[in-house]
Structures are given as C-alpha cells and as structure tokens.
C-alpha cells in the first residue's frame, strides 16, 4: 500500500511543478511518519521515501536511533519545548518549526555546544490562531535578532494555514512574506515548507520547497 501510495504522489508532485514550470527536484516530499511504527517507515524507505517528518520529541529520539540509514532524512516538524532541544538538535536535518525568539536562542546555544550549524524554518502562524505556535506576520520585527544567531542557519518559512480556511491564499501570503524579508534583509530563503495531504498541489503551484503529507503516504491515525 504505502508503494502505491508513494508512486501516485510522486505523480501528482510531478504535474503539480510541470503545471507551473518547475524542475523535478525542487520539491522535496516529507512523510509525516508521527505514530506510525518503524515497520512503516521501513516500507517506505524501501519504496524510496528518503525523507520523514516527526512532531513529538521523545518519538522523535527513538526512531533517530532505532533505524536511521545513511541516507534518511529525518526532519522536526512538531511543537519543540525549550527544555527539549538538545535531543532535536544535530540530529533533526531541518527543524521546521522555530517558534520564538526563546527557542531560536536556546537551539544556538545548544548548537554552539555541540559544534555544529543547525538548519532551520521560521514557523508563521499566519491565522493567529490559539491553539498553534509561531511568530505573527510582523516576524521582520524579530529578524535582525534571529539572522545575529551564528549557529542557526535559517533557510525559510513553514506554516499551517487554518484548517478551515481554503488553503491557497495562505500559501500566496507566506510566499510573499518570504520575499519580502529577502529584500528588506538582503538574504535568501529559499526554502517554503507549507503544504500536506488534502492541498499540497497548491502549494507546490505556490512556491513549496517542502510538502509535508502523512495521511495519504501510511493512511489514517488508528
């Protein structure tokens, strides 16, 4: 199943960029592997997935060390508590979701510890919603003090439109929020992680680097 699954996204990936003039490689798929057993991520990695995205620490932590082949990517995609860091940090190969100024401090100090340059996203909560994390749309406020961090490298934006709001003018909105702190900052940003299983067509249209899909790759959460 996961096969499958896997050959029809890439299909849809591949038309989804052909559509708006973009080369193959400038999207990478993330399975959204939170929950699922290594059996599954295995499964995938078989059938090429080489990149996977987790949400929880601790779940994270295990799965880093139970099964982590050369060649697999694995990316934090999830709410990360301060008091956490050191276990993401060198491990995760892109952390998407860099929520405050607090915590891009603490993964520098961490990645200054550790010897090591730390690849990040800025997470936008763009819907101003409650119940998630990141930064408002003013966030160029915070990025003279987030570019002054040296081992934080920051490639980009990620966010989560509302779930009950179509999905496409928050993908237009973070593009152009991205291009707009390339100007005002003289920097590139070339990474866009927004986008997964119900909408990810769009936000390749849009721009997307980084497409986050769970559901449509392992099924539904049991």
């Known amino acids: ?109 961490v990645s200054k510890d550790e010897n090591l340059i730390q690849k990040v996203l800025i997470q936008i909560n763009q819907g101003d919603e409650a119940s998630k994390s990141g930064f408002s749309l003013n966030v160029g406020d915070y990025f003279e003090d987030l570019l002054s961090l040296s081992n934080v490298k920051i490639l980009g934006l990620m966010s989560i439109p509302p779930y009950s709001e179509p999905a496409r003018p928050y993908f237009i909105s973070l593009r152009e929020l991205r291009d707009e702190l390339e100007k005002q900052f003289d920097i590139e940003l070339p990474y866009l992680s927004m986008g997964m299983s119900g909408d990810f067509e769009e936000a390749i249209q849009e721009g997307s680097t980084h497409i986050r899909v769970g559901t449509s790759i392992f099924g539904e959460r049991q």
């Open 1 to 109: 199943m996961i096969s499958d699954n896997l050959i029809d996204i890439q299909r849809r990936i591949d038309s989804a960029l052909l559509e708006v003039g973009r080369k193959p490689e400038s999207c990478t798929l993330i399975g959204v592997s939170k929950t699922k057993p290594i059996s599954q991520i295995k499964e995938a990695y078989s059938s090429g997935l080489r990149d996977f995205g987790e949400n929880y620490v601790e779940e994270f932590f295990a799965k880093y060390y139970d099964y982590h082949p050369d060649d697999l990517h694995y990316h934090f995609i999830g709410r990360l508590p301060t008091k956490k860091v050191r276990k993401i940090v060198g491990k995760s190969s892109l952390i998407h979701s860099i929520s405050s100024l607090k915590l891009a401090k603490k993964v520098d100090f």
